[in-house]
């Protein structure tokens, strides 16, 4: 029998389809890219400080952008900008209050490995804990290895019975039966897989090795060309996903609707109905801004497009520039057609700019969003420029 590795399934039919197999490959380069991060002598992840707040364990996009040309890992400032932004797309990283996509710019940004903040997918939560395993594992110089069979060097792998033996060891499972399940957990979500893909994960002497230890697929610029492998449907369907959950809930544009990390884009008479729920996601750094009573809270009068924008209307017209800080914008939206500005930061750069609560949104740079919700021009605020330009309505 011919000895080789299939794509698309081995022997036992086990192995993870395409789209998955990409998505893990894209998440390996993923923590590749943080571990040399970290080792670098250029200490780009580490702790800053900013108006004396601690962000721990992260790095500033124009700092990274610079070690990456500076390393002949990309091309172009453009090039990796835009393998960056895929990263964020797949949960490896994100902006420290979820505020901007990956810009080339003095605004910090963090692994989700090293803030504990991958979305709850079975596959994502897989693949982290594989990742920790793997790390500890290398530590171990009789585990992973090149191991010999039938004159044929197998590069960089483990032995399933030992694997087992080494979980027990350690820790990390009670019982054999528990080590196998860890096994096949990993080896399904694209993980580890067997060397020739012929079996499943087995507590037996076969030879299997992580998805890390792979020779192809290692470049960051590799990235792009896994990317364009997929089909348009499902490169559309994860970044609609990551738009939709929850990644523009920060303090800055966040919204004001309840949308966990695994909540689907809420309706819109969900989001007009919402009781307001402060938005600062356990990967947000900024620190939140006080909760009105309601009694004290400034609730913005309920209005229409067409009583805003009436002619005689004791509503006045406004530009409002807001440069976000590397951490964010400062303030938080609400409503729907229109939107309204809920809170406001006093420490945040949207206050120095002189936004205020309940102002009207009329547009987002350049764009209308009069009859928008306050997800859709959420989203603008995120992948827009680091200034923010907002023409709102105030009453006088």
Not at 141 to 154: A, E, G, P, V
Not at 287 to 311: H, I, W
Not at 365 to 386: C, F, K, M, W, Y
Request: aromatic share 8%; charged share 30%.
């Amino acid at each position: 029998m011919q000895r080789h590795r299939t794509e698309s399934r081995g022997v036992s039919g086990c192995t993870v389809g395409h789209s998955s197999q990409r998505r893990m490959d894209i998440m390996a380069i993923g923590e590749e890219l943080r571990e040399r991060l970290h080792a670098s002598d250029d200490s780009l992840i580490k702790d800053r400080r900013y108006h004396l707040k601690l962000y721990p364990s992260c790095f500033v996009g124009q700092e990274v952008v610079d070690w990456l040309l500076k390393n002949r890992e990309a091309e172009s400032r453009e090039q990796a900008v835009e393998v960056m932004r895929t990263l964020q797309d797949y949960n490896v990283l994100h902006h420290v209050c979820d505020d901007h996509d990956f810009k080339d710019d003095f605004l910090f940004y963090r692994f989700r490995k090293d803030d504990g903040t991958y979305p709850e997918e079975s596959d994502a939560i897989a693949f982290a804990r594989g990742q920790r395993l793997y790390s500890r594992l290398k530590k171990d110089k009789n585990m992973i290895k090149d191991r010999k069979y039938h004159l044929k060097t197998y590069k960089k792998c483990f032995v399933g019975k030992e694997f087992v033996d080494w979980l027990i060891a350690n820790g990390d499972v009670p019982s054999r039966d528990e080590g196998v399940k860890e096994g096949r957990e990993l080896l399904e979500a694209g993980v580890i897989h067997h060397v020739c893909d012929d079996h499943h994960f087995r507590d037996e002497h076969l030879f299997y090795r992580f998805k890390n230890d792979e020779t192809e697929a290692k470049k960051f610029s590799d990235v792009l060309s896994l990317l364009k492998s997929m089909s348009p449907r499902v490169r559309r369907s994860t970044k609609e996903q990551r738009s939709r959950k929850g990644t523009v809930n920060g303090t800055g544009a966040g919204t004001g609707a309840v949308t966990g990390t695994r909540a689907e884009a809420p309706s819109q008479s969900e989001e007009e109905e919402a009781t307001y729920t402060p938005m600062y996601p356990a990967s947000s750094d900024r620190k939140p801004m006080p909760v009105p009573s309601p009694s004290e809270e400034p609730v913005a009068q309920p209005v229409t497009v067409d009583q805003l924008m009436a002619s005689g209307a004791p509503f006045t017209k406004k530009t409002v520039k807001v440069a976000s800080d590397p951490v964010g914008y400062g303030f938080v939206i609400r409503g729907a057609q229109p939107v309204h500005v809920h809170t406001v930061d006093p420490s945040g750069p949207a206050a120095v700019a002189g936004l205020t609560v309940g102002e009207y949104l009329v547009s987002v740079n350049g764009q209308d969003v009069l009859n928008s919700t306050h997800t859709e021009a959420a989203r603008l605020i995120l992948i827009g420029p680091t200034t923010a330009t907002l023409v709102t309505m105030k009453k006088i």
